[in-house]
């Protein structure tokens, strides 16, 4: 069973950076695709950016592009969200998703979920 099991956030003042991981468990993931969305007070879950387990394709969503950076580490089996220049709109709980496949933006595409872990931007 695959497990994902996110750290790393916390409270940080605008401008600032954070770094926010997740460590994947449970099988191979050379044919998936991990993923970072993040959910609102009030707001739906949106995507936030992707990486290709095997390729280290990535894709972001735009308001974050130039600010974040999703990387992985295959030998440890994690995937990280460096979070910089961090505005108030970054606030949410983040989560870490996998799906077996291709690069997807839709959160109902994703078969595995972490947790969550807050993310909180002060102005």
């Known amino acids: 069973q695959v497990q994902l099991v996110e750290s790393g956030g916390g409270l940080v003042q605008a401008g600032g950076s954070l770094r926010v991981s997740c460590a994947a468990s449970g099988r191979t993931f050379s044919s998936y695709t991990l993923g970072w969305f993040r959910q609102a007070p009030g707001k739906e879950r949106e995507f936030v950016a992707a990486?290709?387990?095997?390729?280290?394709?990535?894709y972001y969503r735009y308001s974050v592009k130039g600010r974040f950076t999703i990387s992985r580490d295959n030998a440890k089996n994690t995937v990280a969200l460096q979070m910089n220049s961090l505005k108030p709109e970054d606030t949410a709980v983040y989560y870490c998703a996998a799906r077996d496949g291709s690069i997807s933006a839709a959160p109902s595409s994703y078969a595995y979920w972490g947790q969550g872990t807050q993310v909180t931007v002060s102005s």
């Open positions: 990486i290709t387990w095997s390729t280290g394709n990535t």
